[in-house]
């Protein structure tokens, strides 16, 4: 069974930046796609940034400009860098691997998730 771990988060100030990291424990993120999520209390789970392994990234537009997604294969490791940060970024964040066998959706092309990592709590104040 593959695991993921998250860390990095915690309480920073409005404007302030964070970097978060997904440590996997085998070589899942070479084989299709990674993506980060987030969920808020009462809220539905979002998807904040994904990338591929042709390097290719996708960003939520509400976090686009201010979000960066990058992995060091090598290690195993994907990274969500957040800059500019503002209260509503405040969730419960998530990474998450897809497997070769499933990859895309066929209508969509959206990745699917087959391995969830436990999550790391950002919380921003103003």
């Known amino acids: 069974q593959v695991q993921l771990v998250e860390s990095g988060g915690g309480s920073v100030q409005a404007g302030g930046s964070l970097e978060l990291s997904c440590v996997a424990s085998?070589?899942?993120?070479?084989?299709?796609?990674v993506g980060w999520y987030r969920q808020a209390p009462g809220k539905e789970r979002e998807l904040v940034s994904a990338i591929g392994t042709d390097g290719v990234t996708s960003y939520a537009d509400s976090v686009k400009g201010r979000f960066t997604i990058s992995q060091d294969n090598g290690k195993n490791t994907v990274y969500l860098q957040m800059n500019s940060l503002k209260p509503e970024d405040t969730a419960n964040y998530y990474c998450a691997a897809a497997s070769a066998l499933t990859c895309r959706d066929s209508s969509t092309s959206r990745y699917v998730y087959n391995y969830w990592g436990q999550g790391t709590q950002v919380t921003v104040s103003s």
């Open positions: 085998a070589h899942i993120f070479s084989s299709c796609g």
